[in-house]
């Protein structure tokens, strides 16, 4: 039998530590979907007993681009806490992490709680506001490989994520734009709707995820949809941008 909480322990000291470690299922925690979920749990309550505060949900493989990327094709989730929010013009220490990566997506606001399933009408209803946002993933696990379970037990590569200003959903962001640039050159190009046809969808799927958890999205919290395309690595130095069309941008620089 695996003892989930010495393995939260593990994935929780790599990622305080920003160092890399052996894929779990290739060091003998061979672990099925349901304990991985119970592993972040766990993990993320360390945080917590160390004053961190709950502040939303990341879904992960929400998007073709990002499947095909890492060669996995179930939808995921992972936990946010309010130490993970960069702010918006901020600076990023890649010191803290152990090979950052980028991706652009979008965030929601939520303002009443969401629990199990419900249609995209119903999440629709529970957004207060939509933002550009820009998540950092940082897989701890050794040359970003994983499985599954892997990465779920790391709460799905969640690092650090950044929000723009945010918008009324009366807006259609059903098929936006979205360009990722490295100092002013856009190394990816890709659309809203890449987010499982429409990016209210990943709320709805956080939405019954989160349930089979016991859990609910709360009001308050941030909700990120999802990488529209595929990830991009991070260097020392460069400035990135993430802008929606008709959104406006959100960004940071990377610390030189
Ligand atoms: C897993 C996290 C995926 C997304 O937006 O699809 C994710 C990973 O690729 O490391 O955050
Ligand atoms: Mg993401």
């Known amino acids: 039998m695996t003892?989930?909480?010495?393995?939260?322990?593990?994935?929780?000291?790599?990622?305080?530590?920003?160092?890399?470690?052996?894929?779990l299922s290739l060091s003998g925690h061979d672990l099925n979907l349901?304990?991985?979920?119970?592993?972040?749990?766990?993990?993320?309550?360390?945080?917590?007993?160390?004053?961190e505060r709950m502040v939303g949900v990341k879904m992960g493989f929400t998007s073709r681009a990002k499947m095909v990327q890492m060669g996995l094709n179930e939808m995921i989730w992972g936990r946010l806490t309010d130490a993970m929010r960069l702010e918006d013009g901020g600076v990023l220490d890649m010191a803290a992490?152990?090979?950052p990566r980028v991706e652009p997506e979008l965030a929601f606001l939520l303002k009443k709680p969401l629990a199990g399933r419900v249609?995209?009408?119903?999440?629709?209803?529970?957004?207060?506001?939509?933002?550009?946002?820009?998540?950092?993933?940082?897989?701890?696990?050794?040359?970003?490989?994983?499985n599954l379970p892997d990465v779920v037990a790391d709460n799905s590569s969640s690092s650090s994520f950044v929000v723009g200003e945010?918008?009324?959903?009366?807006?259609d962001?059903?098929?936006?734009?979205?360009?990722?640039?490295?100092?002013?050159?856009?190394?990816?190009?890709?659309?809203?709707?890449?987010?499982?046809?429409?990016?209210?969808?990943?709320?709805?799927?956080?939405?019954?995820?989160?349930?089979?958890?016991?859990?609910?999205?709360?009001?308050?919290?941030?909700?990120?949809?999802?990488?529209?395309?595929?990830?991009?690595?991070?260097?020392?130095g460069i400035a990135v941008k993430h802008t929606v069309q008709?959104?406006?941008?959100?960004?940071?620089?990377?610390k030189g």
């Open 119 to 146: 249609t995209l009408a119903e999440a629709m209803s529970s957004v207060e506001a939509v933002a550009p946002a820009i998540e950092v993933i940082d897989s701890r696990y050794r040359n970003f490989k994983f």
């Open 97 to 99: 992490y152990v090979h």
């Open 173 to 236: 962001f059903s098929n936006l734009g979205m360009i990722l640039s490295f100092d002013g050159r856009p190394v990816q190009i890709g659309s809203s709707a890449a987010i499982l046809g429409h990016p209210a969808r990943a709320l709805a799927g956080a939405s019954h995820l989160v349930a089979e958890a016991g859990l609910e999205l709360k009001r308050g919290w941030i909700v990120m949809a999802g990488g529209a395309t595929a990830a991009e690595a991070l260097s020392p």
């Open 246 to 254: 008709g959104m406006g941008s959100v960004g940071f620089t990377v």
């Open 3 to 23: 003892d989930l909480a010495a393995v939260a322990e593990i994935v929780d000291t790599a990622a305080r530590n920003a160092n890399a470690i052996e894929q």
């Open 34 to 51: 349901d304990e991985a979920y119970a592993v972040q749990a766990l993990s993320i309550g360390r945080r917590l007993a160390r004053g």
């Open 166 to 171: 945010w918008h009324s959903p009366d807006v």
